[in-house]
């Protein structure tokens, strides 16, 4: 009796056991399934669901859109997936573009088109766009000759998919590049502009009769900020623009401490503006901003102060004359293609590290050799290094280009046979040549052959020059 109930709790428990790993199998089945369906095919079904229509099964679709950027039209070809509803009402229909703006569309007025019984809209959000065509039902049977009795249904196609480029990134794809590895931002900016100050020349006539390369200037030398100062409008009638991220005055006064309430913040260290939102109100890059907004007084042109917090610094936009149409669009632009990066946590060639000090980064960046201590205490004399006083105690080091066989000077060091014997070895790359050379040489002359006699006379570099 116990053999027969120990064999059917067996087959209970495998039976159990085998009815879990279903289980998990299907869930797991799901939810890979839910991961593969692209952006186009969610929304969709969303869409269905949200405005109750009942829809035909969603099929792949190709279509066109139109993307304006002054001076030219761009016709892009957009592959997608659409479905259709015939006989829909009205209040249904305008479910529809209720629907896609509670979903953070907006219309976009290149791509609409309106006729007596039928219609297009066009509706975008980032690099997704949707057209929805509709007309009165039986609009498309009647090819235009035919006056409807009914006007409250309507027959509906929906197309949605993804564009190549955005109309922004149209507008600014030929522009230039900077980016500031110190702070961690990039943005690019028109062409032409000048890099750096603005020349002397160009000041010497006013901006309706500047040539044009006097019109852009881009400067990044200035260590507190990095600004672009240039005109928009037509040439008769040109507006001052000025785009400026402020950073180090920023950076070492302000900066707050970590988990600090930026707008609060704000408000109790800049308390001379006349109104600070409430609240965050923009991102940058993702990033959540306060944007304070300065009218025009006859003082000053109207100007936004964008602030916000990455890498535990607190960086400053300054935009001027925000009020101009032009200058808006301009920016626009520019805050566009603002973009934030993790700053690095290794030192780039030139710079130091230290494992002991917080002030540097703890190690050189990949493909870099660590030269420490510095200052070096070593001469090389065709290619054997010698030690001329006692090792620097110091713990800062220096990252080098060491090992891509080039032994060469760099702006603020210079690689030989002590500090990367690899590159430099053979190559007459040594402090002296020979030991002739040294002993002829004032280092040896002024100032080693004494300290060979008090301080280091143990030191093999002593014994080369003995009489």
Known sequence: MKKIITIISVIIIAGIGYWVYQSTLTLEEETKEEETKDEVSVLLEDFEQETGIDFSEAQPVDFKWIVKVDPKVEEEAVSGKGFEAERISSEQYDSIELFLKDNGFEVDIYNIAAGTISELTGYIKGKTVCTVAGGLTGYKEAEGQWIPTDTDNWDITVKCGNVEKTKMEYATENWQSYTNEKYGYSLEYPQPCLYGPLPGYCKQSPPEERPRECLCYFNAE???????????????????????????????????????????????????????????????????????????????????????????KLLKIQML????????????????????????????????????????????????????????????????????????????????KCGDEVCENHLNYDENPCNCPEDCAGKNKSHFQNIEEFCRSNDWKMSLFKACEETIKDFSICKLCAP
Request: glycine share 6%; charged share 25%; net charge negative.
């Open 222 to 312: 200035d260590p507190n900020s990095v600004s672009l100062a240039t005109y928009t409008g037509t040439k008769s009638d040109l507006t001052g623009a000025e785009f400026v991220v402020f950073h180090s005055i920023y950076v070492d006064r302000y900066s707050p401490p970590a988990g600090t309430d930026l707008v609060g913040w704000v408000k109790e260290n800049f308390p001379h503006y006349d109104d600070i939102p409430d609240e965050i109100n923009m991102e940058i890059d993702g990033i959540p901003a306060l944007k304070v907004y300065t009218p025009f007084s006859g003082m000053a042109w109207s100007q936004e102060d964008i602030y916000f917090i990455k890498n535990d």
């Open 321 to 400: 004359n925000v009020d101009d149409e032009g200058n808006r669009a301009l920016y626009d632009k520019i805050l566009f293609t603002f973009s934030m990066e993790e700053l690095s946590q290794c030192a780039k060639d030139g710079e130091q590290f230290s494992t002991a000090n917080n002030e540097y980064p703890d190690h050189c960046c990949e493909g870099l050799k660590e030269w420490i201590p510095i200052p070096d205490t070593r001469f090389s004399i065709a290619d054997v290094c010698y030690e001329v006083g006692s090792p620097s105690e110091s713990n800062i080091g220096l990252c080098i």
